[in-house]
């Protein structure tokens, strides 16, 4: 039995990034890759039980780079993404190489899908001055 598959309904979309999780001196020993494409961040992890978890990237809203001593040493870097992600709202990027230009390379492609499918973020923030129930003036 073989299964044939339609070429319009597969999209060819270009792999921006690709690496592995980093173990013990920066070597990548790891069942955990990372993908990153036009559209989503793809996470792998395991061996013999795999799970892949798929982010879209107009859905992160948040990023943070994070280099502890030893991971800088190797040139190393931890990326901390909140997303609006169901299964995956917060979820870290752990332990890849050149962290510093797959940030900026992260939030680039972020606007992009953002701008593609006309997504727009909307932070709210709460002025404190505007909520102070302990104030005395008058």
Known sequence: MSVILDNSAVKNLEIKWRDRKRTIFGLPWSFTVY????????IKKGLFNVRIDD???YRILDMTLERSFGQRLFGLGTIHCCS????AKDFNIISVTRSDEVVALLSRLVEDARDKKRVASREFMMDSYDNDEGSDEV
């Open 35 to 42: 993908t990153l494409d036009e559209e989503a961040l793809h």
């Open 55 to 57: 982010i879209k990237l």
């Open 84 to 87: 609006s992600d169901k299964t």
